[in-house]
């Protein structure tokens, strides 16, 4: 049985290859001269994902990136607006005819993670980080996002006499999360309104990927990426001395207890042959002394669904085991769930529409459909609003085991430049594409 979205994207698919023959004669001459100017861009592209990286800077604190994006937006002539969502800078190039609005967007902050990478331009940055002193790294590739989008800003704008439209360059801050009681990131960003004014009728974003060879694109119609929640569990109970335990209510056995029980809602309870999750308890907290039974204990941990009423389902099945394994113990519980992101959501019909795109800039052998993946990114935010995609773009060295390559968010992380060029003609490509089949449709 086809699933709603593949469904929706074998549909979208056909009916775009009516039209698609004569829209792609009409940019063919276009795309070539994308593909060119992309390809003049690379020397730039790499020095400025050097000097981003060699400066990284915690999420909310982005002032010398964003400094350096809106340098390089003014100097194409773009308008140029600074400190949306904190530290947040956008672009919008208006193209020579009039036309829909696509927006490109890319994450500029970096990771509290001392470097152990052998590079000339490595990280030396130290700071203080939840009252831990730590360095800091581009340990996830932001700074090749930072650096992708430039590209096409400058790609775009030699190219706007040929653009019916507006492009949105959207650079955003803490996408990795704020400090505790901070907002900030895409859900910022969107209640500031960078979807608006010009409104955008679209959105793109490019991840790179370091277990994916260069010169290669990943994508999924539909749930692609998890949404990300927060839970904490604090469970009450009575304390005492250790040689005494039966004066006690032990809440450190109850947590034992809870910590397991929440091991049976991904393995037990969740139809995990339409949608993975994942329970996560990533802390544990409590007690001072070897020798004495505490009155409390602190739990937290991660929750991953890539469809919301799973979810929905997961919170639930958290409350429920929490404070009914706490009350059969003589002890209580209680529970606080945080939204963090929604699932990250290819549109269907948008996806089919510019697979073509993807297939003529990469290559149709190096466009893969993947599985979805059950980490989170906070691109979903503006996916909610308008339909967007979200893209892999392969940063692994050519013939390397993706075994052997450190993975995302770990001290040893790195990426292959030479697949950087490949991001910016991708954003560029999509952009233009977008914007000229949009308006070839509505004549």
């Known amino acids: 049985m086809r699933s709603t979205s593949t469904f929706a994207l074998l549909t979208a698919t056909a009916a775009f290859a009516l039209a698609a023959p004569a829209a792609q004669a009409q940019n063919t001459a276009l795309n070539a001269r994308i593909a060119q100017l992309a390809a003049q861009e690379e020397t730039k592209v790499i020095a ?3 000097d981003i990286h060699e400066h990284p800077e915690l999420g909310n604190q982005e002032t010398r990136t964003a400094a350096l994006i809106a340098a390089h937006l003014k100097k194409l002539g773009l308008e140029v607006q600074t400190g949306v969502g904190r530290t947040g800078v956008v672009g919008v190039l208006r193209g020579g005819k009039p036309g829909p609005v696509v927006a490109l967007r890319a994450d500029m902050d970096g990771l509290p ?8 331009f490595a ?3 130290k700071t203080t980080y939840l009252g831990q002193p ?4 581009h340990a996830c590739g932001h700074d090749t996002h ?4 430039m590209g096409a800003a400058e790609v775009l704008s030699q ?3 040929d653009l019916p439209g507006t492009v949105k360059f959207i650079f955003q801050p803490a996408e990795e999360g704020s400090l ?9 960003m969107v209640k500031e309104g960078v979807l608006d004014k010009p409104k955008v009728d679209a959105v793109f974003g490019v991840h790179i990927q370091a277990q994916t060879e260069v010169g290669n694109l990943s994508y999924r119609p539909g749930g692609e990426m998890a949404s990300s929640d927060r839970f904490t569990i604090k469970v009450h109970g009575k304390g005492a001395h250790g040689a005494y335990p039966w004066n006690s209510v032990d809440p450190v056995v109850t947590a034992a207890q809870i910590i397991l029980g929440l091991q049976t809602i991904v393995s037990r309870q969740v139809k995990l042959i339409d949608d993975a999750a994942v329970v996560t308890v990533g802390t544990i907290n409590g007690g001072v002394r070897y020798n004495v039974i505490p009155p409390d204990v602190e739990l937290s941990g991660t929750i991953r669904a890539l469809n919301p009423e799973v979810q929905k389902q997961i919170w639930a099945s958290i409350r429920r085991i929490a404070t009914n394994i706490a009350e059969s113990a003589g002890a209580t519980a209680d529970v606080s769930i945080e939204p963090y992101v929604p699932v990250t959501t290819n549109d269907p019909a948008l996806m089919a529409r510019m697979l073509p795109t993807l297939q003529a800039v990469a290559g149709p052998a190096h466009v893969h459909e993947i599985k979805a993946v059950t980490g989170a990114e906070d691109f979903s935010f503006y996916q909610e609003k308008v339909p967007g995609l979200f893209l892999f773009v392969g940063g692994m060295a050519k013939g390397q085991d993706p075994a052997t390559a450190a993975d ?3 001290a040893g992380f790195r990426i292959d430049e030479s697949g950087l060029t490949l991001g910016v003609k991708t954003l560029s490509t999509l952009a233009a594409d977008y914007l000229n089949r949009t308006q070839n449709q509505q004549k």
């Open 48 to 50: 400025w994902r050097r």
């Open 113 to 120: 993670l001392t470097e152990s990478n052998d590079l000339p």
């Open 123 to 125: 990280s030396k940055v």
């Open 134 to 137: 730590v360095g800091v790294m």
């Open 146 to 149: 930072v650096a992708m989008l």
């Open 159 to 161: 190219v706007k006499a």
């Open 180 to 188: 505790p009681g901070v907002e900030g990131g895409a859900k910022l």
């Open 408 to 410: 995302h968010h770990t």
